[in-house]
């Protein structure tokens, strides 16, 4: 095969760079390992930038998201048993949506496939070659095995963590910054109705708790666990009851409601980001390049934004042949991941306990939490962080 763009991963990442380049006349394939089905279903993010639902609208995928997405305005930080509002609308004069992953690569699939779109699902990406030449290719198994190859001007590697894009880039080409944390999130989709119309973070001395939603029936809830946690010590009841006591108010007003899991599973904790995320003709997007911990609720945000630079740059390029804005991908990128990492790991530190974490240290971050919650000054810049900064210094 032959196309100007071959993107491995049919993420948020790969889809959107693939419906943006489509709209400036740019042609791509996507390869994408799974089939359909799983990439529809797998369960992600659901927190969206009011940035990234303006790209959304403006490029014709919105429609649904506003019909479903629900809008908050707010958040709420609950520490010592009581809840302290953060407004994003009246600090920052902006919002977000809860609107799950899946949901958004659901109609960038569907948009995709409408327009006629390449993307091959099953079709499991195997190396990179040729990447600091103009005909860099990737060699690919297709769904019964055969082999294959697509030439292409550019890669981009949205093919997240674990993919191959990154480890294609030979050996002292990327510099890597990476932080593991001491704990991890037990995480559960649960079918009952949200008790709360806004998210709830919690502090508390038994470890972190975040009460979120991705729908007016299903709503979805963490704890902070152990990282090696192992998943069966976990029974429905015992989450439960270890929901109601982190999340509990101390007037009592407020209560969890309950109801079937329908899904439980536990995510490690890690910031990591490597420099620069490109190599030749290989540019790197999404988790490919970074990752933050969903404190800050950033990981598909930071996606969204990496591929819209890249959708520019590449548009620019073969209409001017100019390389200017390509040349300056990684760093452009690079200054809101770091801006990103930063809110993550500053969420994250001061909502969550450490393992060493003694006396003094518990009542700093309780100190810490009734200053951004009664400073107007403090409250804006978490706002303005969660919602979106519209430009990055």
């Avoid at 010592?80 to 994003?88: L, Q």
């Avoid at 899991?261 to 999404?286: Q, W, Y």
């Amino acid at each position: 095969m032959r196309t100007q763009v071959g993107i491995v991963g049919a993420g948020p990442a790969g889809l959107l760079l693939s419906h943006l380049l489509a709209r400036q006349g740019v042609e791509s394939v996507v390869l994408e390992s799974r089939d359909r089905d799983y990439v529809e279903h797998r369960v992600r993010a659901g927190v969206l930038e009011q940035t990234t639902v303006d790209l959304l609208r403006e490029t014709g995928l919105g429609e649904r998201m506003d019909r479903q997405g629900l809008v908050h305005e707010g958040v709420e930080l609950r520490f010592e048993g009581a809840g302290h509002r953060i407004d994003f609308a009246e600090l920052t004069g902006r919002s977000i949506t809860v609107y799950g992953q899946q949901e958004v690569v659901k109609d960038l699939i569907a948009a995709r496939l409408a327009d006629g779109g390449q993307i091959r699902f099953e079709t499991r990406a195997v190396s990179l070659h040729e990447l600091e030449s103009e005909r860099p290719s990737i060699r690919y198994e297709g769904p019964d095995g055969e082999p294959g190859e697509l030439v292409c001007d550019v890669v981009a590697g949205c093919d997240g963590f674990w993919g191959i894009s990154r480890e294609a880039v030979p050996d002292g080409v990327l510099t890597t910054y990476e932080r593991h944390y001491p704990f991890a999130w037990l995480g559960i989709l649960a079918e009952v109705a949200p008790s709360s119309e806004e998210l709830i973070y919690c502090s508390h001395e038994r470890g972190f708790a975040l009460h979120s939603m991705r729908s007016p029936t299903i709503t979805r809830l963490y704890l902070q666990v152990d990282p090696d946690e192992p998943l069966e010590q976990w029974p429905d009841d015992r989450v439960w009851k270890e929901l109601q006591a982190r999340l509990a108010t101390s007037d009592g007003a407020w209560s969890l409601s309950d109801g079937p899991i329908l899904d439980k599973g536990v995510t490690p904790m890690r910031s990591f980001v490597v420099e620069p995320m490109r190599h030749g003709r290989l540019f790197l997007a999404g988790d490919a390049a970074h990752i933050v911990p969903p404190t800050g609720a950033k990981g598909m945000n930071l996606a969204v934004n990496d591929v819209r630079v890249l959708a520019e740059a590449l548009a620019a390029w073969y209409r001017t042949g100019g390389t200017e804005l390509l040349d300056a991908y990684s760093a452009t990128c690079l200054r809101r991941v770091w801006r990103a990492t930063h809110f993550s790991w500053w969420m994250t530190s001061m909502l969550h306990r450490f393992p060493d974490d003694d006396a003094f240290q518990r009542r700093l971050q309780v100190a810490q939490l009734a200053y951004v919650t009664s400073s107007r000054a403090a409250a804006t810049s978490l706002a303005e962080n969660y919602v979106g900064l519209e430009r990055v210094p």
